[in-house]
């Protein structure tokens, strides 16, 4: 279940959706599509962290809060869609500067997008907590919304024209 990146790229890579979960970068579905609230959630997340942080070196004792805590963020983890944005794999890449389409390789037929499109792209890689196995690994969503209800699916490998 891997995804390479590859055609007018200086670094063809591959990439591994079923990692994803475990990175930073990733978006919760339901708020990857609100540009506001997106800013606030990773403001809050990192707010959250910091007072875990204070809260283990002033009382230098792990209190069942934070255990409690861990169990809540593994359960959403295991039940929430996520997406990742796909410019920081673009830009490790190094695109060639001749480039202007990305072709989506899918099962039956490919999907031709402008480059620019793509830079403004997310992948879904997990729904409601499980990689995508029949229609994946990952589905191309448009970062303004415009395919929210109908993605770029069955996607296998991208080619940069």
């Known amino acids: 279940m891997i995804v390479p990146i590859k ?3 200086k670094f063809p890579i591959t990439l591994d959706p079923t990692v994803w979960i475990f990175d930073d970068r990733k978006v919760e579905f339901e708020h990857a599509f609100v540009n506001e ?3 606030m959630d990773e403001d809050e ?3 959250q962290a910091s007072q875990r942080w204070e809260r283990e070196i002033s009382e230098q004792v792990k209190p069942p809060v934070n ?3 861990k169990k809540y963020e593994r359960e959403k983890m295991l039940s929430s869609s996520y997406v990742i944005p796909l410019e920081d794999f673009l830009n490790h890449a190094e695109i060639s500067a001749s480039a202007t389409e990305a072709v989506l390789i899918r099962e039956l037929e490919n999907v031709t997008i402008p480059l620019e499109d793509l830079f403004n792209s997310y ?3 997990s729904k409601d907590g499980k990689p995508l196995k029949t229609d994946g690994p990952v589905h191309l969503y448009y970062k ?3 395919n929210k ?3 770029i699916t069955h996607i296998k490998s991208v080619s940069i024209q």
């Open 149 to 151: 209800h109908d993605p």
């Open 123 to 125: 992948f879904l890689f």
């Open 37 to 39: 609230h997106v800013a």
């Open 7 to 9: 055609g007018k790229v």
């Open 144 to 146: 303004d919304g415009s």
């Open 45 to 47: 997340t990192l707010k």
């Open 67 to 69: 255990r409690s805590i």
